[in-house]
């Protein structure tokens, strides 16, 4: 897989070690000369009209950069780019069907602390695509944001509380359950997806030991004894990184593991499917161990109480 097509499933936006393994230092190098992929942080690398687009047509419409245009402005990991620019215009602006046919635009009012040059903050924009955008998105952007130290979840938590009206729920919901661990927005789409299964509780990046050696499984629920992978062998591209797969793979499930793997594909359009097989697999491993463990834990608690009466 080339470097563009990588970076657009990753939402326009990929670190350094993901484009390293996909293409090779050379290739990633020649890219950033191209000026096909610029680097916005130490790391962090974004598709040129990804950003480049949204400001210009901010610029022109007098408006200010949001939504998942800012994030990914943030070097955010995104689960879909937005297909056109993504702007914030004051309420009781008029702008034409032409204008609003070349970007997506969000009536709101913003106060200064909302707005970072010529973009929403870091908290403004995980706030509002947390009140936009579908679950899976928003804690994308959310755990993107808390991965790159520009918010903390104590932040998100105290902004979502504060918000009036129906987005609050959905704003607390994002802020309980982002964090900072999933690498990428793919595992957060994943884990998002798990969170529809009562009694499952995935967490990412835990660090197992298995067959003498410390390995860090993309998602992990310990007391099920269930892993869940992301799926991205397209981005292999040596025999040594398949050799890995296959070794972790095996030592996983000999040592006792279930280990599901979830492509993609299956984790941005076959979601339903994603739930059915996650729900089989840890019912599967509860009637294992006794089966009495997703009973007692049931469903996870959504936080639409917390700070109000």
């Known amino acids: ?3 563009i097509t990588a970076m657009r499933r990753s939402g326009g936006v990929a670190d350094h070690g993901h484009l390293k393994a996909v293409a090779g230092r050379a290739a990633l190098d020649q890219a950033l000369r191209a000026g096909s992929i610029r680097r916005v ?10 950003v480049d687009s ?5 610029h022109r ?5 949001g939504l998942r245009s800012a994030a990914a402005s943030y070097g955010w990991s995104l689960k879909t780019p937005p297909d056109r620019p993504e702007l914030v215009v004051p309420r009781g602006r008029k702008v034409s069907a032409g204008d609003q046919a070349l970007a997506r635009v969000r009536w709101q009012r913003l106060a200064a602390c909302d707005v970072d040059g010529w973009r929403t903050t870091p908290l403004r924009t995980v706030m509002d695509c947390a009140t936009t955008l579908p679950f899976d998105e928003a804690l994308a ?4 944001a808390l991965r790159s130290g520009l918010a903390t979840q104590a932040d998100l938590m105290r902004a979502a509380d504060s918000l009036p009206g129906r987005g609050r729920d959905a704003a607390l919901e994002v802020a309980w359950f982002a964090s900072d661990r999933p690498a990428n927005a793919f595992e957060s789409v994943i884990r998002a997806i798990s969170l529809d299964v009562p009694g499952l509780r995935l967490q990412p990046q835990v660090r197992l030991r298995v067959a003498g050696r410390r390995i860090r499984p993309d998602l992990v629920d310990r007391e099920l004894r269930l892993v869940v992978e992301g799926d991205s062998h397209e981005f292999h591209t040596s ?8 070794w972790r793979y095996d030592e996983l499930v000999l040592d006792g593991w279930l280990v599901i793997r979830v492509s993609w594909v299956q984790a941005m359009f076959q979601q339903d499917w994603v739930v059915s097989v996650l729900r089989r697999a840890a019912n599967r491993q509860d009637l294992t161990l006794g089966g009495d463990l997703m009973r007692r834990r049931g469903a996870l608690r959504r936080p639409t109480t917390i700070g109000r009466s």
Do not use: F, Q
């Open 1 to 3: 897989m080339d470097i």
């Open 41 to 50: 942080a130490r790391g962090r690398y974004v598709l040129p009209d990804v």
């Open 54 to 58: 949204a400001r210009a047509e901010a």
């Open 61 to 65: 419409l007098t408006a200010v950069v």
């Open 141 to 144: 952007v959310a755990d993107s």
């Open 239 to 246: 025999e040594r990184a398949i050799d890995a797969d296959c």
